[in-house]
């Protein structure tokens, strides 16, 4: 299988603290992209990271990437009830980064106000 | 900008019927539309890649013939689930890329909750 495995599957925390989500993959990959889903919802794109970087920050996320390892960690620091949702890694293999997206198992997380 | 959107957001149709679920880039032209199928807390599976004016590409253990898509234009691409029988039932997500040279992300349309009764 092509998609990726993410852990852990389920997380709960309180809010104000840091929430880790980990995904692994099997291929070699031109990008990671990580995704966020409300419950019976679409997909919001949060950030991608490239091959050729380790480390990339938005606002309160931070992602790494490493590529000997095909892992990915995506870091919610302070969280905030409304950062409760699924969170999807894909991966995607071609340059452009927007064909055929592999997406991961997903975490589901709460944050309890 | 980039906001793709689906219809119906969700639909209800008996066993033996057909049903069309549209998907529509707003504010942008779109090449390449994606479908994927999403089971009860379960990942999304790509299901096709649709472009327009081309036959779209299915995916491995997808049958064409009972999911048939249709990108006729920029801005629409459709997925009719035909003869649809209960485990057909799911959430079907569409993904919009851009036409500009360079574009790198797929824009997700909300999704259709499909059950089949």
């Known amino acids: ?21 980990n995904c692994s993959y099997k ?5 990671l992209q ?23 920050h938005s606002g309160r996320l931070r992602v790494t990437l490493d590529t000997s390892k095909k892992s990915s960690s ?14 999807f890694c894909a991966t995607a293999r071609d340059q452009t980064g927007a064909n055929n997206l592999f997406f991961g198992t997903g975490t589901r997380l709460t944050v309890i106000p | ?13 008996k066993s033996g019927t057909s049903v069309k679920i549209e998907c529509r880039s707003l504010d942008f ?3 390449t539309m994606f479908w994927y199928r999403q089971f009860p807390k379960q990942s999304l599976m790509l299901m096709a890649t649709s ?20 990108h006729a234009s920029l801005t ?30 797929q824009y997700f349309g909300p999704g259709t909750r499909l059950t089949v009764t």
């Open chain 1, 1 to 21: 299988s092509q998609q990726g495995e993410e852990d852990p599957q389920a997380l709960s925390i309180q809010e104000g603290e840091n929430a880790t989500m």
């Open chain 1, 27 to 31: 291929t070699s990959i031109n990008n």
């Open chain 1, 34 to 56: 990580w995704y966020r889903q409300n419950s019976g919802r679409g997909l919001v794109h949060l950030i991608l990271i490239r091959s050729n970087e380790r480390e990339k």
């Open chain 1, 74 to 87: 995506l870091l919610i620091t302070a969280s905030r009830a409304a950062d409760t949702a699924s969170y």
């Open chain 2, 1 to 13: 900008g980039a906001v793709v959107s689906q219809h119906p957001s969700w639909v209800i149709c």
């Open chain 2, 29 to 31: 032209q779109a090449t």
């Open chain 2, 51 to 70: 472009n327009e004016g081309s036959k779209a590409t299915y995916e491995q253990g997808v049958e064409k013939d009972k999911f048939l898509i249709n």
């Open chain 2, 76 to 105: 629409l691409s459709t997925l009719t689930v035909t003869s649809a029988h209960p485990e057909d039932s799911s959430f079907y997500i569409c993904s919009a890329r851009s036409s500009l040279a360079g574009a790198r992300e």
